[in-house]
């Protein structure tokens, strides 16, 4: 049925193909352990190229972007992971095959939004075109 | 072909989003947000672009709350006891807003991501400090980007070198 909806608290598998042996999961370990939200961007313009509970991305000048979510966390205490290419023109070029060495800062946690910084060899704020984030935690 | 949104209220927004996320098309808008905070003179102007998927929600209705409902969250948030939320049921339990024009959505966008203190009072400031633009509006070249100002005769943004 469209839009229906199956509750269930625990997974199991009988594990057959590997083991033979039971295993199940109680479900909230799945959900807790999410990603709440994630983005891909273009640092230059913060165009979103994909996402997900994410509002907007605000460009705050050079190598400084702020994301702010749809459904807010519960605290501000989440895991903020972002990273991103080093690169500021190449969105296909990755750090393993000479894009510039790059820090990844995250500055300005809050419960609906985050900013992040890519930080470039010489210690300058600097675009990047591949900027990826996401939020780890509990939703308000 | 249109796809009817559920019956949402009461819903967590989480589960919306991931319906939209499942059944609604991405939509890229062309315009851009760009604002200057008062309280911050010396900073250049900063650029808040939509989400594609939130702008899709927004188009769609039945699935974003109330503006108000963020107003209420970031007061909660701005006390200074604050450690986590308790209030936030308002996001998955008020009625959500029923579909909006792409305009409509901005302007909720700038209510819900833009500080208060931005757009409110907006005609009373000695100067311009919010814009809606198109995205060809704003110079094509990031050179000079921490230098972005609002034009005060707010037609384009200017690049001061």
Redesign the interface.
């Known amino acids: 049925m469209a839009n229906g909806t199956i509750a269930f608290d625990t997974l199991t598998t009988s594990d057959s193909v590997k083991t033979g042996t039971e295993k199940s999961i109680d479900t909230s370990y799945i959900f807790n352990s999410i990603p709440k939200q994630w983005s891909n961007y273009a640092g230059s313009g913060t165009t979103f190229r994909d996402s997900f509970n994410s509002s907007s991305a605000t460009d705050n000048g050079t190598g400084q972007y702020t994301i702010t979510l749809t459904n807010a966390m519960s605290t501000d205490d989440n895991a903020y992971l972002y990273t991103n290419n080093g690169n500021q023109t190449n969105e296909v070029q990755a750090f393993t095959t000479g894009g510039e060495r790059q820090l990844a800062n995250i500055r300005a946690q809050a419960t609906s939004s985050y900013g992040v910084q890519p930080i470039g060899d010489g210690g300058a704020q600097q675009d990047c075109a591949l900027n990826c984030s996401t939020v780890l935690g509990d939703l308000a | 072909m249109t796809i009817k949104t559920?019956e949402f209220q009461g819903t967590?927004?989480?589960d919306r989003?991931c319906?939209a996320?499942e059944n609604l098309e991405?939509k890229?808008s062309d315009y851009r947000i760009v604002w200057q905070d008062p309280d911050k003179p010396e900073?250049?102007s900063?650029?808040?672009?939509?989400?594609?998927?939130?702008l899709a929600?927004a188009l769609q209705g039945g699935i974003?709350p109330p503006v108000e409902v963020?107003w209420a969250?970031?007061e909660d948030?701005a006390k200074p006891d604050f450690?986590?939320?308790t209030r936030?049921y308002l996001?998955h339990n008020t009625k959500p807003v029923d579909a909006m024009t792409e305009e409509q959505a901005i302007e909720y966008?700038i209510m819900?991501?833009i500080p208060q203190r931005v757009w409110r009072e907006y005609q009373k400031a000695n100067r311009p400090r919010l814009v809606i633009c198109k995205?060809d509006q704003?110079p094509s070249t990031?050179e000079w980007?921490?230098a972005w100002k609002i034009d005060e005769n707010v037609v384009n943004l200017e690049e001061v070198a």
């Open positions: 559920p967590h927004l989480w989003l319906w996320k991405a890229q900073e250049c900063k650029v808040t672009v939509p989400d594609p998927n939130w929600c974003l963020y969250l970031a948030e450690k986590k939320h936030g996001l966008l819900k991501d995205k704003l990031r980007r921490n």
